[in-house]
């Protein structure tokens, strides 16, 4: 790989993967996108473009695939609806139904063959050009009051190079994740990623650092991402191109990572979809009270509140 200096430009431009199938929760993603599951009466997708929209990210390029026209037809507007509002007078719903419509300037390019993420990041090397750029996974929700990708932006733009999010898992769990050996540096939530590892066996991991879903990238990644050779079940990984470059730092710039200890909601299968659902359900203003309350009642009298 020949030596790419690691960009200083602005991160203005935001990769949102959703292309995957959504297997985990068929039947209802047969001809829905998992991304288009609500969680409260918001589809998924629109929190993590909303979380882009808050970190000054206006131009965003979500990688699809086929039967992925709702996300499109989401972020658009939708006049007949519009107008039926309009007319009724119901300007509440009316608000919800355009809220979606403004967040950033949305573009779509198909994925194709499902090759991994890695394939789905380079995907977005035409668009994204010689800039850094983030990329938001949709399975990770982070709670807005905690702005995580605010703050990789402000280490990146410091630092250079690429940034990860990490999270203290359980030794037990590092084998679900990607896995970050690390350095301490000055800052006490930002550590040197020296290597990363793919879902290691606990006896090998080199931490209990896990990556979640959210990335600041140096565009040299684009590079190691050609470069990189499909793994198991022939996708490639983009922990296996970040590897490259945490490991060889005259190409792209160093990695960071910023340690997160805010409020993270797992959709990425059905037990944590619910968790999600229900805490997001509990901390509404205007579901909250009357929810919270049902809830205490329905654990009473099922017994569950004993098993707590």
């Not at 430009?9 to 297997?23: D, E, H, M, Q, Y």
């Not at 929700?141 to 250079?160: A, F, H, K, S, Y």
């Not at 565009?219 to 490991?247: C, H, K, N, S, Y």
């Not at 710039?253 to 797992?266: E, S």
Request: net charge negative; hydrophobic share 40%.
């Amino acid at each position: 790989m020949t030596r790419t200096p690691p960009s200083t430009r602005a991160v203005t431009k935001a990769v949102i993967p959703a292309a995957g199938l959504g297997t985990r929760f068929l039947p209802a993603t047969k001809a829905t996108p998992k991304e288009m599951l609500p969680i409260v009466d918001k589809p998924a997708i629109q929190y993590v473009v909303e979380e882009a929209a808050a970190a000054g990210l206006g131009d965003m390029l979500v990688i699809t695939g086929r039967n992925k026209r709702p996300l499109e037809d989401h972020f658009d507007r939708n006049l007949e609806l519009e107008q039926a509002l309009l007319n009724k007078g119901d300007h509440e719903r009316l608000a919800k139904a355009q809220e979606s419509n403004g967040l950033a300037t949305l573009h779509y390019v198909r994925q194709g063959d499902p090759r991994g993420l890695g394939h789905a990041v380079l995907c977005a090397a035409p668009h994204v050009g010689e800039e850094p750029f983030a990329v938001l996974l949709g399975d990770d929700l982070i709670d807005p009051r905690d702005p995580l990708l605010t703050r990789m932006v402000d280490v990146q733009q410091r630092e250079g190079g690429s940034v990860v999010a990490l999270m203290e898992v359980e030794p037990s769990q590092i084998h679900l994740y990607g896995c970050a050996a690390v350095h301490n540096t000055a800052h006490p939530d930002v550590v040197h990623v020296t290597d990363l590892v793919e879902k290691p066996d606990p006896a090998d991991a080199p931490s209990n650092y896990a990556i979640i879903g959210r990335y600041v990238l140096d565009p040299a990644v684009f590079e190691a991402l050609r470069e990189t050779a499909p793994g198991r079940g022939g996708e490639i990984q983009l922990t296996d191109a970040l590897q490259q470059l945490a490991t060889s730092e005259e190409i792209g710039g160093p990695v960071h990572g910023v340690i997160f200890k805010g409020r993270r909601y797992d959709t990425g299968d059905r037990g944590d979809y619910l968790r999600a659902i229900v805490q997001l359900a509990c901390e509404r203003e205007d579901l909250g009270p009357q929810f919270r309350a049902w809830l205490g009642r329905y654990a009473t009298e099922t017994g569950l509140s004993a098993l707590a």
